[in-house]
């Protein structure tokens, strides 16, 4: 795998393990002062919700781990889905959140894609 998409999946999959330790662990206490528009007596109520957001992106930044020390033979092809998945969830992110979530999440997640086949 080339050396580019190795790091571009290192940052993506540490930006999500961020997204879940935010999302799990800092919901009520970190997520207002990230999620400015959000009203701020909905994070209490919305703690499990997050939680399980959070865990899904615990998910993705495990798969994409795994694709970085997988054998050669299945290091594309697991890379390829799991920034398949950031990629995707980043659009539906920015179509029904905000448009923000298109350069934070799918833009890298793309790039990346781009460095693994074109590399």
Known sequence: MPLVAQM??????????????LEMFAWESRGPKIFR??????????????????LYNG????GLIWSLIATEAMARPLASFFLGCVFVAGLFGALTASRRI????????????????LG
Do not use: D, R
């Open 37 to 54: 528009s959000f009203p701020k007596g909905l994070f209490a109520p919305t703690k499990v919700m997050a939680a399980n957001q959070g």
């Open 8 to 21: 571009l999946i290192a940052a993506i999959a540490a930006l999500h393990l961020y997204i879940l330790w």
């Open 59 to 62: 998910f993705l930044a495990a």
């Open 102 to 117: 298109l350069y934070v999440q799918a833009l890298p997640a793309a790039l990346a894609l781009a460095a693994l086949w």
